[in-house]
């Protein structure tokens, strides 16, 4: 069964530092991957997806992640935090070959400080 | 694109009665979609996948008569809580797949059982 971990539970960083998000999976062969974003009492948007190919992925917002085979990983990176970025940040996996569940992480909680 | 939309976004409804969510796809048509739901602070857990014209496959522990699932037409999935009590409270979220691959979550709905 796939899994994500998300080990950090909560992360306090200063506007316009840098920000990475770690996340890691468990899965049979290479899955689908994705980071979402939810802010408070919302739903949760698509912030970037790995499939294939290219192992470092834009997205939306200035976001970036990084595919990395050898350490299970798909850790979220932004260069300058902004003070709208404060959410909570949900890393997935999903079975390769489409329509799969999505198992999510435990979430990160952002928190942006003047 | 991949635009899905929920209704009601928020309702509170008394102990014993039962509860329609609905799920649309707005503009793209959906074979599959899935129902999640979120307690406070935490993440999200898929309690069904919903299936065009066919029953809901529905995940362990989840008690399929008590959520109700119809997935009627390409573009709509209902959730139906029976006999909703207080610990049903909770955030449901639905997604469908879009066209270029990833869930599309729906903005969601908070029930909360008096």
């Known amino acids: 069964a796939q899994s994500v971990t998300q080990p950090d539970i909560h992360i306090t960083v200063s506007e316009g530092a840098s920000l990475e998000l770690r996340c890691n999976y468990s899965?049979?062969?290479?899955?689908?991957l994705f980071w979402y974003v939810q802010s408070p009492g919302q739903g949760l948007q698509l912030l970037l997806k790995y499939f294939s190919g290219d192992t470092l992925v834009q997205g939306i917002k200035g976001f970036e992640a990084e595919f990395k085979r050898s350490q299970s990983s798909f850790n979220l990176r932004k260069p300058s935090v902004h003070w709208s970025d404060a959410a909570e940040y949900f890393c997935?996996?999903?079975?390769?070959?489409?329509?799969?569940?999505?198992?999510f992480g435990t979430g990160t909680k952002l928190q942006v400080i003047p | 694109g991949a635009v899905v939309s929920q209704h009601p976004s928020w309702v509170i409804c008394k102990s014993g009665t039962s509860v329609k969510i609905e799920c649309r796809s707005l503009d793209f048509q959906a074979t599959t979609m899935f129902w999640y739901r979120q307690f406070p602070k935490q993440s999200l857990m898929l309690m069904a996948t919903s299936n065009e014209g066919s029953k809901a496959t529905y995940e362990q522990g989840v008690e399929k008569d008590k959520f109700l699932i119809n997935h009627a037409s390409l573009t709509l999935s209902t959730l139906t809580v029976t006999s909703a009590h207080p610990e049903d409270s909770s955030f449901y979220i639905c997604?469908?797949?879009?066209?270029?691959?990833?869930?599309?979550f729906g903005p969601g709905t908070r029930l909360t059982v008096t």
């Open positions: 997935a996996v999903e079975g390769s070959g489409g329509y799969q569940k999505v198992t």
């Open positions: 997604s469908a797949h879009g066209r270029s691959g990833g869930q599309y």
């Open positions: 899965y049979g062969a290479t899955p689908y």
